[in-house]
Every structure is written in C-alpha cells, then in structure tokens.
C-alpha cells in the first residue's frame, strides 16, 4: 500500500530550529507539497518539490531525495504563529495525492 | 491564492436530517475536490470534479453526493446524515493546468451529527 509517515508530534523553542521530516512509500512520484494547518483553520499551502536538493522561502526551507523517499522541512527562528501542525504529501503516478497524518508542532517561549 | 469559501463552517444536526454543505470559488479553477479530515488523520479524498458536469468518487467510501453545475459551485449532499458522518470537510480548489497543481483549500465545515 501508499504510506507517508511523518511525526505525530514535536516541540520546539521559539528562536531555535526545527526540522519536520516525511518518509513516503507511493507507486511512483510526481511531486511532494507541505501545508501548513493550524487548528480548526484550513490548510495552506508552504511548499513544493519535485526534483532533489533544497528549496528555500524566508524562514522555510523543504529538501527533496527522492532515491531516499525522504523530504523534510526546516523552519528557523521560530515564532509563537509556527505552532500549527505541517502536513506532507506525495503525488503518486497515476497523479493521486496522497497525505501524510501530520506533525504537531508546538512551540514554547 | 485562490478565494474559496466554505459554509456553514459549523453544523450540528440530527440523525437523518438531509444537508447540503456549499463550496464556492471565484479563481475560476477548473479543479476541486472534497476532504474529510479528522483530528491527528490524514485528509481523505470523497470527491473530485475536473470541470462542469464532471464528477469521480476519491478513495474514501463515502455515502454523500456532489454536483458540479457552475465552475464556481461544488456542493456535497448527504441524503441522511449519521452520527458516523461527524467530521471536518474540507473543500479545495486547483487551476487544472496541470496534474501536479498546486490546490488550495476552503476554511472548512465542522459537521456533529447527533
């Protein structure tokens, strides 16, 4: 079957970094997104791969290896408004998107 | 950014009651879809529409209906709701340029079904 494993949960300080990593095992790849959804709010888009190395956006930045199955966001000075959780994504060959559960991310002062 | 709107964002009904929960858009995306997502869980695809009068049940076993009359509109229906039914739905909308595009989502319905 299709999986994308990711963290149930982490905690970080505000000011540090953090690194959010997802492992996915699909029929095949066609693209990886992260999303950002904080509680009872909708998800927003943060970022997308599709070939490997790292793609950087302000404080966020998503690397891609894609002969690992492997991607993961880094989110640096961290603020009080990153507590959300980070949801990973993967679309498969026949261009279904499959999601991972999420990771909480909880930040403290 | 697209502009998608959701309501009612919240809705406590009875068991058997028939709802309708509305998705609008006005991107003029050709693509839009229906989630169910629960607290910690994944999003699970219901529904998806590639264009007017297009319409394709997702992965997930679902005993709602969706129409797609307007670009714009993508209501889901449930004839009877049940205490199962209780969920967030999330709908979204993409520009159908591409398979791979980017899709970008409404706030969300919280459904209870008591």
């Known amino acids: 079957g299709q999986n994308i494993d990711q963290p149930t949960e982490m905690t970080a300080t505000e000011g540090a970094i953090v690194q959010i990593n997802c492992t996915y095992q699909t029929s095949g790849f066609n693209g990886l997104f992260w999303y950002q959804q904080h509680a009872g709010e909708a998800p927003t888009f943060l970022s997308y791969n599709v070939l490997d190395g790292l793609e950087e956006k302000g404080r966020f930045s998503s690397f891609l290896s894609r002969s690992k199955g492997y991607s993961y966001l880094l989110l640096k000075e961290l603020q009080m408004k990153d507590s959300a959780s980070y949801l990973c994504?993967?679309?498969?060959?026949?261009?279904?998107?499959?999601w991972g559960a999420g990771t909480k991310l909880i930040i403290k002062p | 950014e697209a502009d998608i709107y959701q309501t009612p964002r919240y809705l406590v009904i009875g068991t058997g009651k028939k709802i309708t929960l509305e998705c609008s858009q006005t991107?003029?995306?050709?693509?839009m879809y229906w989630y169910q997502q629960d607290p910690g869980m994944e999003l699970h695809l219901i529904h998806y529409?590639?264009?007017?009068?297009?319409?394709e049940k997702g992965d997930l076993s679902s005993e709602s209906t969706v129409s797609r009359i307007r670009t714009e509109h993508f209501p889901l229906t449930l004839e009877s709701a049940r205490p199962s039914h209780t969920s967030q739905y999330l709908c979204?909308?993409?520009?159908?340029?591409?398979?791979?595009?980017?899709?970008?989502f409404g706030p969300g319905t919280r459904l209870t079904v008591l």
């Open positions: 979204a909308s993409s520009p159908g340029t591409s398979d791979t595009d980017t899709q970008y």
């Open positions: 994504a993967v679309w498969d060959s026949n261009y279904q998107l499959i």
């Open positions: 529409s590639y264009g007017v009068n297009s319409t």
């Open positions: 991107m003029g995306h050709d693509k």
